[in-house]
């Protein structure tokens, strides 16, 4: 069955930089849209960055355009998204959401708290 498990999520400072995984199985990666969403607390699940399936565009809301980077490896079923100079207002849950023919599917999400 589809699978989405995202990693990589954990505390760091303000100032800091994560890198989030979303490792997909059982169904054809390649094929499919990547999204990383976020939600924090009392708010509602907003999009962080999507790619291509073939890894060759990418899209960013303006608010996240400049710190993060979305990219996949379509080899290792695998989307990343880098995250830099994060603040305190980027805490959020994480989600990875692969897309195709308007079926979505998610990960469960991996905590990022921004703290010092």
């Known amino acids: 069955q589809l699978q989405l498990v995202e990693s990589g999520g954990g505390l760091v400072q303000p100032g800091g930089s994560l890198r989030l995984s979303c490792a997909a199985s059982?169904?054809?990666?390649?094929?499919?849209?990547m999204s990383w969403y976020r939600q924090a607390p009392g708010k509602e699940r907003e999009l962080v960055a999507t790619?291509?399936?073939?890894?060759?565009?990418?899209n960013y809301p303006d608010p996240m355009k400049g710190r993060f980077t979305i990219s996949r490896d379509n080899a290792k079923n695998t989307v990343y998204l880098q995250m830099n100079s994060l603040t305190v207002e980027d805490t959020a849950v994480y989600y990875c959401?692969?897309?195709?023919?308007?079926?979505?599917?998610w990960g469960q999400g991996t905590q990022v708290t921004v703290s010092s």
């Open positions: 959401k692969a897309a195709r023919f308007g079926r979505d599917y």
């Open positions: 790619i291509t399936s073939s890894g060759g565009s990418t």
């Open positions: 059982g169904f054809i990666f390649s094929m499919y849209t």
